[in-house]
């Protein structure tokens, strides 16, 4: 069988043309083709490898879309917050802060007011120095710092307790997760005002729900009243039978009157002022709950001494011990009540107030490089 002499060229030229065309496509659609070969090549790497490390690879498209639409809606996040919260502070200026002074005693008018504006400051404040502080990043230098790992994306040593965040692209020191609604990494440097800013909205939504709920209970009966109002139609005329049965007057037969429908009995100031405060009680008694029950499950970490990352790495190291014999005890547990003195940077007596109970913008103990605390379990801070 003899061979067509242009089958070598026309297969030389598909392969010129499928070459200049590969400088044609999108840069895009290379790396993404690019990242599938590769991460369909790393599925039969070697030998050892265990179904945690396929999960991974298989699941790698949906981390790296959601690390991708994570960083994109950070700001929007932020200004959602910033929106939502201007919006109920909003309302209980113009709503609630009447009701309050006509309704309440001067010494309740007083309570509301000062815790009110206290909370306010308090939030404003810790998220503000949430989303602008730096978690703390491991220096890029040479140094003769001590390291536990080496960060393969970063190429960079890893002290202890410091994870490599992929939203962030860089690795955080003692981080606890990248926050959404911070547009930022909880770490070492601000995991304190992440903490705080969650301890005082939960707190101020709390006492929205609790002392608005009186408010909310004769606003939705308002409503309500308002509904059955604008449902109800007048009568119409009608000729003849209508005139016998006494429907209709005799008046409006002749022309001298007509049904017309009565102005409300309700104003568009009345319905708006209601339907405000049925949004804020349902808005801060949805995010107390929601947000009550993240603000626990932080408080119980910093209790233990971790973070929501070394939660699940005690936990997996936890079990492996035990299937030896062995007990895992955690090196950074010095104590609970240590813990959140640690935590909170409390140093004497007059920090419980100074330091938690108003704004301050003091630093974490330590650098988070390091954490060769001379503490034990039975020997509390000298406070």
């Not at 393969?152 to 997760?177: E, N, Q, S, Y």
């Not at 233990?304 to 011990?321: A, D, F, M, P, V």
Request: hydrophobic fraction near 40%; charge should be positive.
């Amino acid at each position: 069988m003899r061979v067509c002499p242009a089958g070598p060229v026309l297969l030389k030229c598909v392969r010129v043309c499928c070459r200049r065309g590969r400088g044609r496509v999108p840069r895009c659609v290379r790396e993404a083709w690019g990242y599938t070969h590769l991460l369909a090549r790393s599925l039969c790497f070697n030998s050892l490898i265990s179904w945690d490390v396929v999960n991974d690879s298989l699941f790698e498209p949906v981390f790296w879309a959601a690390d991708r639409l994570t960083r994109w809606f950070g700001r929007v996040f932020v200004c959602l917050v910033v929106v939502l919260t201007s919006s109920i502070v909003l309302i209980a200026y113009l709503v609630l802060l009447p009701m309050v002074i006509h309704t309440y005693a001067p010494l309740w008018i007083v309570w509301h007011l000062c815790y009110g504006h206290w909370n306010l400051v308090m939030i404003a404040f810790h998220y503000y120095k949430a989303t602008r502080t730096s978690p703390g990043y491991p220096p890029t230098m040479k140094n003769d710092l001590p390291f536990v790992s080496f960060c393969k994306r970063c190429v960079t040593p890893k002290p202890a307790r410091t994870h490599h965040c992929g939203i962030c692209k860089t690795c955080i020191l003692r981080m606890d997760h990248h926050c959404p609604w911070l547009n930022n990494c909880v770490g070492h440097f601000n995991h304190r005002y992440f903490f705080s800013f969650c301890v005082f909205l939960t707190l101020g939504c709390v006492w929205c729900s609790i002392s608005g709920r009186n408010l909310f209970i004769d606003a939705y009966n308002a409503m309500e009243h308002f509904k059955a109002l604008e449902v109800e139609q007048p009568g119409v005329p009608v000729k003849g039978v209508g005139l016998l049965i006494g429907i209709v007057p005799p008046e409006a037969m002749n022309g001298q009157s007509s049904y017309q429908t009565p102005p409300p009995t309700f104003t568009y100031k009345e319905k708006l002022m209601n339907k405000s405060v049925i949004y804020m009680w349902v808005l801060t008694s949805t995010v107390a709950v929601a947000l009550g029950g993240l603000t626990l499950w932080h408080a119980m970490l910093i209790s233990r001494g971790e973070t929501s990352i070394e939660r699940h790495i005690n936990k997996k190291e936890r079990e492996r011990l035990t299937k030896r014999g062995k007990v895992y005890r955690n090196p950074f547990h010095y104590g609970r009540l240590n813990n959140w003195k640690l935590f909170l940077g409390v140093e004497k007596r007059s920090h419980w107030v100074t330091r938690v109970l108003l704004p301050s913008s003091h630093a974490p103990h330590g650098d988070g490089l390091t954490w060769d605390f001379p503490l034990r379990k039975k020997e509390p801070l000298p406070v």
